[in-house]
């Protein structure tokens, strides 16, 4: 049996992380920026490299 999908009004839906895979410091001019790859999908592993602190906020539980 298939996961249910809730659509938001605009048709969208949100995907939730499963796994964060690696992480990155970028060097900036006199800044310094976290990366973290996560996981978004099991089964097709799609992958991203998303702010540090941004999904820290929204998904604390990967941390």
């Known amino acids: 049996m298939p996961d249910t999908v809730q659509l ?4 969208t839906f949100e995907t939730m992380p499963v796994q964060i895979t690696d992480r990155r410091i970028k060097q900036l001019r006199g ?3 976290s990366l973290v790859k996560v996981i978004w999908n ?3 592993g799609d ?3 998303e702010l ?3 999904i ?3 998904y604390p ?3």
């Not at 938001?8 to 048709?11: G, I, Q, R, T, V």
């Open 8 to 11: 938001k009004d605009n048709l």
């Open 31 to 33: 800044k310094q920026i």
């Open 42 to 44: 099991d089964v097709t």
């Open 47 to 49: 992958t991203t490299w």
């Open 52 to 54: 540090e602190d941004k």
């Open 56 to 58: 820290r906020e929204n």
């Open 61 to 63: 539980y990967l941390f």
